[in-house]
């Protein structure tokens, strides 16, 4: 029932021809062309086995600690020729967990690398097939005929790129908010004069933190990679503070010719991509009589 879930079964009932289940242990919210079942995957009652007995297809779309539970109670009762698919934005730890359970069915990782408000169309998922065949391959072919371009890591690469993608990125944008609110940032005023980076930067934040935390919890605390990545930006901070902490200007210089290299071997011109993001109309002021 979270917002990856809808993405899929609203995506699954458009496609037509399925029989479709959604199994929460919240009541699950009515759609139309589903079955709500209120039950806890990772407890499932007797019914809910044998409906996992008989399906084609199963997609935990949950937390991590969910979707370890749950596939340990239920991964050995889905029968040969079905699929389960996992929509975890980490993977090694699961991996680890799927090698000590008893399977015959087909896994798929599967990572949409967006907010699943924006669908599928032009955005890019990555697919970590754990123990894949015919099953994974329709799966990913129906996910590229959504308009999405797939990409296949096993589950270190998958990690280890995420840490970059997401946990880098994240926790540079979450630090930025951190530091504003500790310098007593009054955006009310700052706003009517902030300049195009700065506005960007603070639309990132608000766009996280409009989102379920549990989301972006996971990506900083399950990660094996992630402390390492944190612990990088940090030392970063230090290494920009010695570089202009003195009146010799070489060492940011150095500094700016070193970040230059970073797009020597990208197809994407960034420069012309930031303009075009700048290239916004100026925020409206609000109306004040607005509560």
Do not use: W
């Not at 754990?130 to 990913?140: I, K, N």
């Amino acid at each position: 029932s979270g917002a990856v879930g809808a993405l899929l079964v609203d995506s699954l009932v458009a496609a037509g021809g399925a029989t479709l289940h959604v199994v929460d242990r919240r009541s699950p919210a009515s759609r139309s062309g589903v079955t709500p079942i209120h039950d806890d995957i990772c407890r499932p009652s007797d019914s809910t086995l044998r409906l996992i007995e008989t399906t084609e297809l199963v997609i935990l779309a949950t937390p991590e600690h969910v979707a370890i539970e749950g596939v340990r109670a239920f991964l050995p009762r889905m029968k040969q020729g079905s699929l389960l698919v996992d929509t975890l934005s980490v993977k090694s730890r699961f991996a680890k967990a799927l090698a000590t359970v008893h399977r015959r069915a087909e896994v798929l990782g599967i990572n949409p690398m967006f907010a699943p408000s924006l669908g599928f169309a032009g955005r890019s998922v990555v697919a970590v097939p754990y123990a894949a065949g015919d099953l994974a391959e329709a799966f990913l072919d129906f996910i590229c005929s959504e308009g999405a371009s797939v990409m296949r890591l096993n589950a270190e690469e998958h990690d280890r790129a995420c840490a970059a993608l997401q946990v880098a990125t994240h926790a540079a944008v979450l630090s930025f908010g951190v530091a504003l609110r500790a310098a007593g940032y009054d955006l009310a005023a700052a706003e009517k004069i902030a300049p195009p980076p700065h506005r960007t930067m603070l639309a990132l934040l608000a766009r996280i933190l409009s989102a379920d935390p549990e989301v972006y919890r996971d990506i900083q605390a399950a990660n094996p990679f992630a402390a390492e990545m944190r612990a990088q930006l940090a030392a970063a901070l230090r290494h920009l503070d010695a570089a202009v902490g003195s009146d010799d200007a070489e060492p940011f210089h150095r500094l700016i010719g070193e970040l230059r290299s970073l797009f020597d071997d990208t197809s994407t011109n960034y420069a012309a991509l930031c303009a075009r993001l700048f290239d916004v109309d100026p925020i409206a002021p609000r109306d004040r009589s607005e509560s």
